[in-house]
Every structure is written in C-alpha cells, then in structure tokens.
C-alpha cells in the first residue's frame, strides 16, 4: 500500500490506556486520506502487535510503527513488517549505517520508512547521504520542547523541492491553525494527537481536520 495521493491526515495514537484506544479507534471514519500511527508510548506498552490490534478496527489502513530506531534497523524494521505495519519510523539522529540499513530492509519488505528529524539540526546533510530517500521526511517538535521551538516552517518547502522523491511530514503540538500553516508551507502530511485523541467530539474534530486538506 503506497500514499501516493497527499496531502494526508496521520493521526497519532500516543496512548497507554487499551480502553481509551478502543473508545478512539471506533469514532475513527475510514477514509483514504488517513493514516494511523502506533505511537511510541502505545508500542512499549503494549509491544509491536498493537499494530495488528488496530488492524481489527481498521483492516485496509495505511499504519505507521513509530519505532523511533536508533539502531539495528533492519532489524526493528522486519519487526515492525511482520507485525503489518506498512510503514516504520526511524530517528534521524541514528548513524547513517542504521539508516541504510533500514532502508534496504524496507525495500525488501515493501513497507515505507518515515525519518523522524526530532533535533536534527540538518535533514537536508543526512537525506543527501542517502542513496535511497525515505518515502516520508518528518519535521517534529517534540512535546517537551512546546512553548521553546517553533516549528521549521521554512525548512519544508526548501527540503521538499531539494527532495522531491519524499513526503513533507509536521507533527508536534499541531491545531487547525497551524496545520493549515503547515499544509501552506508544503507539507504532504499533518501528524495530530492530542487535539484529536483528547478532544470532546473526535468524529468532529477529524473531520474539521480533513476539511482542510
């Protein structure tokens, strides 16, 4: 499975409750232009077959594995792979070897790897040492850093048109308001958590964020 149509909504299930999943993963619409993502704190606490378990509400979903690899990432990547992922989230801050690595390994499992750059100082000097580009170049500020860092709004647009093989990804503390900022700024997909998995209509919410792509 290939998005191959963006700009993309990806939520983000950053959860630790099974309960709250299950109360989300079922107001959730199928849609072509939604992308679900197995958050890190999801998968340790519950391991990588989560992915599955969110596989048995939405079947024909495109679904991230947010591994967050730093290293032996062929390793974590077959992981993610034999648990139906059909994408896996790498951290930029891993040495090239592991990013190559994970790439090649991607390819042969026909799944898709999404580098996180979560305090990378330069996407642009990493992607350029990679032969084979990840599908999706992720822009994330991290939920401790809210309130410090902006987000590199004008990195997008000049990445994207060096990079063109890969999607522009944002994630990071996003609202309507800055998701329409982001989209503006070229980004192929908005990563949401918190305003969707945490607001008072989810049906609402999603579709207030679908809207805008």
């Not at 998005?3 to 309960?19: C, F, H, R």
């Not at 232009?33 to 606490?45: D, R």
Request: aromatic content about 4%.
């Amino acid at each position: 499975m290939k998005i191959s149509n963006p700009p993309y909504l990806q939520i983000a299930l950053d959860l630790v409750d099974k309960t709250k999943l299950v109360r989300i993963l079922s107001k959730i619409p199928d849609s072509d232009k939604i992308l679900l993502e197995a958050g890190t704190p999801l998968i340790k606490k519950f391991g990588i077959d989560i992915v599955k378990f969110i596989r048995e509400f939405h079947p024909s979903s495109y679904t991230i594995a947010d591994m967050k690899t730093l290293d032996v990432g062929w390793l974590e990547v077959q992981i993610a792979a034999e648990a139906s992922a059909n994408a896996v989230a790498i951290s930029g801050l891993a040495p090239n070897e592991t990013l190559v690595s994970s790439i090649e390994e991607a390819e042969k499992r026909r799944v898709d790897i999404l580098l996180d750059c979560m305090n990378v100082e330069s996407p642009s000097t990493i992607l350029e040492n990679l032969t084979k580009k990840p599908e999706i170049v992720l822009f994330h500020r991290g939920i401790d850093q809210e309130g410090n860092t902006d987000h590199p709004w004008n990195k997008i647009k000049l990445i994207k048109a060096k990079f063109p093989e890969s999607k522009m990804a944002v994630a990071g503390g996003l609202n309507l308001e800055t998701s329409a900022r982001a989209l503006n700024n070229g980004a192929d997909i908005i990563i949401i958590g918190r305003a969707i998995t945490q607001a008072d209509n989810i049906k609402a919410t999603i579709n207030d964020f679908l809207h805008l792509l």
